[in-house]
């Protein structure tokens, strides 16, 4: 009897799983970013998601002379340039700048091994000023 219920379940949990990921697939807008006057490009390109703009997390430090670690088992990331050091966990809220917590919109997340993060929150964190123009879809960061 129990094997009957599955197999009744597992379409209407295939269906939603793709429901989900179309619709978070569309949610994704690219947007442009521009580092000192520069453009950045992004492979896989940034994107806005729930208000918050999303970088491959990489690119954009190695961009920034800052320094990446990622711990696999704990799945932390440690970023660290001059004096500041910040710590994100993938798919967590929570963050810290310099051992002082705060809560993220968005929480990094991992897709086909690339880690995207908060650009915002990472930037600042760092000492740039951000600018969102919405018209153009484009961040305008500056040192």
């Known amino acids: 009897m129990e094997i009957v219920k599955l197999r009744l379940?597992?379409?209407s949990f295939v269906l939603l799983a793709l429901l989900f990921s179309?619709?978070?697939?569309?949610?994704?807008?690219?947007?442009?970013?521009?580092?000192?006057?520069?453009?950045m490009e992004f492979s896989p390109s940034a994107g806005e998601t729930?208000?918050?703009?999303?970088?491959?997390?990489?690119?954009?430090?190695?961009?920034?002379?800052?320094?990446?670690d990622f711990n696999e088992a704990t799945k932390m990331i440690t970023v660290t340039s001059n004096d500041v050091k910040m710590t994100l966990t993938i798919n967590s809220l929570e963050a810290t700048i310099n051992d002082r917590t705060v809560t993220l919109f968005q929480a990094p997340a991992m897709n086909e091994d690339v880690m995207y993060v908060n650009l915002r929150f990472l930037t600042e964190g760092l000492g740039y000023t951000v600018h969102w123009d919405q018209p153009s879809l484009t961040v305008r960061i500056n040192s």
């Not at 729930?50 to 990446?68: I, K």
């Open 50 to 68: 729930n208000g918050t703009t999303l970088v491959p997390l990489r690119q954009l430090f190695e961009s920034l002379d800052a320094t990446v």
């Open 9 to 11: 379940l597992f379409p």
């Open 22 to 39: 179309v619709g978070h697939a569309a949610a994704f807008t690219h947007v442009k970013v521009i580092l000192n006057g520069e453009t």
